[in-house]
């Protein structure tokens, strides 16, 4: 039986995160605290397998409240976040501090969207609650731009074998794609296009986080954003990127298109263009996350002639996405973290 602890100034959140989890038999809600102190203390003392932890609260805020957690008995803890501006930025805060995921905050009854909600909920516990302590392990230290890049190796030609790097990512994203990202140097030889499963008000300040860490530049892709070396985008949330592979340059489109994908972006259908558009001159990386997108982008982009890594079980927060494509015989190499970036430059030149 999972043991979740709910942490939340709101009565109705409460409850309602409360009956959500108690549908499932394998969840019981031990129980519900309203602010970061009280919750505190009853992590102490009912010793929750999971906890959701709101943001805004009085006496002691969910990011003080994580940080205590986490120093003093780190465990699976998922952040209740309003999908706005202000509330990515302290959820992205949240998660380098050890938060593993999110749920959203907006939950209303007459909501379109509460089945799905309630689903994504009960299997975000259950699966960062199997993982047990590994998050903790594979939780990359807060970074910045004095942290020592990779080197580019010299090579007889200035021009690497492969040009597009295509990220492929979901739960326990942010801080590994960050951790990646700030390692890189400036010169890095190819343009890099990334698919996090995220919201669409979190995606911007997801990469204008990024921006600020790293050498190379990164950006929210906007339709006319052309894809070269040194360049990093994220791709909206709630929408897909495309690439355009035109004479002299790769074009990045955002669309809608297709619409009945499961996740948007997509993984699969970023992967999937940068196979349609450059071949054998792409390099597939899937990170951690649930479930098993980007395994088909990934073939068809091994069909080519692309390359693909997966990040390592032992690093990632929920091994599902690369675990999928490790399954299936269609990951080059498999890479612990802390060595993603070294990998990625080196296999530009395979």
Do not use: W
Request: contains cysteine; charged residues 25%.
């Amino acid at each position: 039986m999972i043991k979740v602890l709910v942490v939340d100034d709101s009565a109705f959140m409460r409850k309602a995160i409360s009956t959500m989890l108690d549908k499932d038999p394998g969840i019981t809600v031990v129980g519900t605290a309203k602010n970061g102190q009280e919750g505190l203390d009853m992590v102490r003392e009912l010793d929750p397998d999971v906890v959701t932890m709101d943001i805004e609260m009085p006496r002691m805020d969910g990011l003080t409240a994580l940080r205590h957690i986490m120093m003093e008995s780190p465990r699976p803890v998922l952040m209740v976040s309003s999908l706005t501006t202000e509330g990515a930025e302290s959820t992205l805060k949240a998660m380098e501090l050890g938060a593993v995921d999110f749920i959203p905050k907006q939950l209303s009854k007459v909501s379109l969207d509460i089945i799905k909600i309630e689903q994504d909920l009960i299997e975000k516990v259950k699966t960062v609650a199997a993982r047990k302590m590994r998050h903790v392990i594979a939780r990359p230290a807060p970074v910045r731009k004095a942290v020592r890049p990779v080197a580019v190796p010299a090579r007889a030609t200035s021009r690497p074998v492969r040009d597009v790097v295509a990220i492929g990512v979901s739960t326990g994203g942010p801080p590994v794609v960050q951790k990646i990202l700030s390692s890189l140097p400036e010169n890095f030889p190819a343009g890099i296009v990334i698919a996090q499963h995220m919201p669409a008000a979190f995606t911007g300040p997801f990469a204008q986080r990024l921006d600020s860490v790293s050498r190379i530049k990164v950006k929210e892709a906007e339709t006319g954003d052309v894809l070269k070396p040194g360049y990093a985008f994220v791709a909206p949330g709630g929408r897909h990127i495309v690439l355009d592979q035109k004479v002299s340059r790769i074009d990045i489109v955002v669309t809608d298109e297709p619409k009945e994908a499961l996740y948007k972006p997509s993984a699969n259908v970023l992967i999937g263009s940068v196979a349609q558009a450059v071949g054998r001159r792409g390099l597939g990386v899937i990170l951690t996350g649930m479930g098993n997108d980007g395994c088909e982008g990934i073939r068809a982009l091994k069909e080519k002639g692309g390359r693909a890594l997966a990040q390592s079980d032992s690093t990632c927060v929920v091994y599902g996405m690369p675990k999928a494509i490790v399954e299936d015989n269609l990951a080059d190499e498999i890479v612990d973290l802390d060595d993603m970036a070294e990998s990625i430059i080196a296999n530009l030149y395979k």
